[in-house]
């Protein structure tokens, strides 16, 4: 992410999202945290970044493999996910320890809301996977009301990358084009590249 709008999200246990907000850094009043993105050589600008947090993302997959036994592998959520055509106003909030950014809030718990008879394990697939989109989302809104700075394109680096419905889902949401790496795990990459 280096220029303004530019953004990455590491879809790994939890999320972790970061929008270069250019050379000045920006305090945040939405639930966010300022904060260096990288300075290339002794004698570059600083460029700062706003960061939000999610506890819950791949984690909540293996909530669906270990504790409810729906799947088996993370992979089978794509593949049952995809199975429906819509969440049928199923919504799960992976709250298992409390809401990170914006919200700050460990008192919140874990829900599933508007589940029927009709529902199934399909349905709760995809709402965990939807679950990861819209708390990212839910995050680009806070950037963005901080900073006045519109999203250009998010790169994305980990495990949860490979789930192509998720991505789709991630770039439908927030309207714009979804980069996935060649190196799934980017962070340790980058770490590298400036080192």
Request: charged fraction near 15%.
């Amino acid at each position: 992410a280096f220029h303004p709008g530019e953004a990455k999200n590491t879809y790994g246990t939890g999320l972790f999202l970061m929008m270069n907000t250019g050379t000045q850094p920006v305090p945040s009043a939405h639930g966010l945290l300022t904060t260096v993105a990288y300075r290339l050589g002794r004698d570059g600008d600083v460029v700062y970044a706003l960061e939000g947090s999610v506890s819950h993302s791949g984690s909540t997959l293996r909530w669906l493999r270990d504790q409810l036994g729906l799947i088996s592998s993370a992979a089978d959520s794509e593949t049952y996910a995809s199975e429906t055509s819509h969440n049928q106003g199923l919504y799960l909030v992976p709250a298992f320890s409390g809401l990170f950014s914006p919200h700050w809030n460990d008192r919140a718990r874990a829900c599933i809301v508007g589940m029927t008879a009709g529902h199934h394990r399909g349905h709760i697939c995809r709402a965990a996977l939807e679950a990861a989109c819209y708390q990212t989302r839910e995050i680009f809104d806070a950037i963005s009301m901080d900073s006045g700075v519109e999203l250009r394109a998010l790169n994305v680096d980990g495990g949860g990358t490979v789930n192509r419905f998720m991505m789709q889902f991630q770039a439908d949401m927030l309207g714009v084009e979804v980069v996935r790496p060649v190196v799934m795990e980017t962070t340790a990459l980058g770490a590298a590249f400036v080192a």
